[in-house]
T-cell receptor, first 115, second 116 residues
Framework: SQTIHQWPATLVQPVGSPLSLECTVE??????LYWYRQAAGRGLQLLFY??????ISSEVPQNLSASRPQDRQFILSSKKLLLSDSGFYLC??????????????FGAGTRLSVL | AQKITQTQPGMFVQEKEAVTLDCTYD???????LFWYKQPSSGEMIFLIY??????QNATEGRYSLNFQKARKSANLVISASQLGDSAMYFC?????????????FGTGTRLTIIP
């Protein structure tokens, strides 16, 4: 069965420091991968998605970037964190199917606090 | 642009009662999918149920059913015989089923609290 791993679970970083959040998927090949951010008490906002190695689509201009160095690995990065980068970050995966459901399955999330 | 509206910020329901969580959507596309996710206090988003815009029958998954009214653009989640473990945030989401479109648009969520 497929599983998704996301780490770390919580992170406290000072303003101006770099960031690297990692997400890996097991049990499937060539998944679509996503990074979302959830502000406190809000819905999810799609940040990046990837349909293949090295293919990254950005949804919202921001201080963050994403990379996909391997088929089942998705990394969210920042060179210099801002206070506004605080939030709950969720990674998700899906696979294309002819039924069109493309259900997205989520990791456990990373709670980032920028101080 | 598509939009999801969940008008109930919070709901309190007695254990074992049925509960309906409201969701309306706005899109001019004919082909789309609707999703419900549950987010417990741990934070993980758990997929519950899916409804395609061309599906003629309402989707059901165990105690979850989706009351899909296409003309009214509503996709309400019904939970039968609620349990204490159902206390969580619930999010409605939509995805346009156009080629290459991977974006899920989420509503702001409803916090459901089950009272013993």
């Amino acid at each position: 069965s497929q599983t998704i791993h996301q780490w770390p679970a919580t992170l406290v970083q000072p303003v101006g420091s770099p960031l690297s959040l990692e997400c890996t998927v097991e049990g499937t090949s060539n998944p679509n991968l996503y990074w979302y951010r959830q502000a406190a008490g809000r819905g999810l906002q799609l940040l990046f998605y990837s349909v293949g190695i090295g293919q990254i689509s950005s949804e919202v201009p921001q201080n963050l970037s994403a990379s996909r160095p391997q088929d089942r690995q998705f990394i969210l990065s920042s060179k210099k964190l801002l206070l506004s980068d605080s939030g709950f970050y969720l990674c998700a995966w899906s696979v294309d199917n002819r039924g069109g459901k493309n259900i997205q399955y989520f990791g456990a999330g990373t709670r980032l606090s920028v101080l | 642009a598509q939009k999801i509206t969940q008008t109930q910020p919070g709901m309190f329901v007695q254990e074992k009662e049925a509960v309906t969580l409201d969701c309306t959507y706005d899109t001019s596309d004919q082909s789309y999918g609707l999703f419900w996710y549950k987010q417990p206090s741990s934070g993980e988003m758990i997929f519950l149920i899916y409804q395609g815009s061309y599906d003629e029958q309402n989707a059901t998954e165990g105690r979850y059913s989706l009351n899909f009214q296409k003309a009214r653009k509503s996709a309400n989640l019904v939970i039968s015989a609620s349990q204490l473990g159902d206390s969580a945030m619930y999010f409605c989401a939509m995805r346009l089923r156009s080629f290459g479109n991977e974006k899920l648009t989420f509503g702001t969520g409803t916090r459901l609290t089950i009272i013993p």
